[in-house]
């Protein structure tokens, strides 16, 4: 069963701080990664997506990585804002199916 | 252009009873899916359509019927609701060349369901 583990399930960061999520996957063959950023009450908004040969793709203050060979991706926020403060959603799709595959999300919290 | 848009946004019902949940988009995406989503849990698949009069199951459908009119709506049927629907559902949906290429996969705003 294709699966898709992130962590930590949730942190707490203060407001200019830097921090790392992390997204293991059992997804294949594997088609694309993408992280997803989902506010309270709303749903996800794509903020990068990255195929087989991609290692690193950026989106203003997050930068997300892939490494296809250990089936392991983070995704970096940069001098962290109030408004930064969502779930974070790792999600996997196999190039044989139409399915994707959700991480549970990890919850950031950014305090000023 | 609005993208995906889900009714209602909440919704109460009573054990047994039934509703629709409505989803259009206005994108002319082949691809539309519905999801829930439950405390601590990533997004389940519910059923997924790939073009108008073709539907599937997802990894969660028993409770849940849909239909694929046209392409432009996708909605989802609760025959009888049971306090295990309470959830949040979201709809989205892509063009099907697409979903494994660049292109975003665009979700409504959610219904938020309780079934007491």
């Known amino acids: 069963k294709n699966q898709v583990e992130q962590s930590p399930q949730s942190l707490i960061i203060l407001e200019g701080k830097n921090c790392t999520l992390q997204?293991?996957?059992?997804?294949?063959?594997?088609?694309?990664l993408r992280w997803y950023k989902q506010d309270t009450g709303r749903g996800p908004v794509s903020l990068t997506i990255?195929?087989?040969?991609?290692n690193t793709k950026s989106n203003g203050r997050y930068t997300a990585t892939l490494d296809a060979d250990t089936k392991q991706s983070s995704l970096h926020i940069t001098a962290s804002q109030l408004s930064d403060s969502a779930s974070y959603i790792c999600?996997?799709?196999?190039?044989?199916?139409?399915?994707?595959?959700f991480g549970a999300g990890t919850t950031v919290t950014v305090r000023a | 252009n609005a993208g995906v848009t889900q009714t209602p946004k909440f919704q109460v019902l009573k054990t047994g009873q039934s509703m629709t949940l409505q989803c259009a988009q206005d994108?002319?995406?082949?691809?539309m899916s519905w999801y829930r989503q439950d405390p601590g849990m990533g997004l389940r698949l519910i059923h997924y359509?790939?073009?108008?009069?073709?539907?599937d199951q997802g990894e969660v459908p028993n409770g849940y019927n849909v239909s694929r009119s046209t392409t432009e709506d996708f909605p989802l049927r609760l025959l009888s609701a049971a306090p295990s629907q309470t959830s949040v559902y979201f709809c989205?949906?892509?063009?099907?060349?697409?979903?494994?290429?660049?292109?975003?996969?665009?979700f409504g705003s959610g219904t938020r369901l309780t079934v007491v």
């Open positions: 994108m002319n995406h082949e691809y």
């Open positions: 997204c293991n996957y059992t997804v294949s063959p594997f088609s694309n």
């Open positions: 990255m195929t087989f040969s991609e």
């Open positions: 989205a949906s892509t063009e099907i060349g697409q979903l494994h290429g660049y292109y975003g996969y665009t």
């Open positions: 359509s790939v073009g108008a009069g073709i539907t």
């Open positions: 999600v996997v799709i196999a190039s044989n199916d139409y399915k994707l595959s």
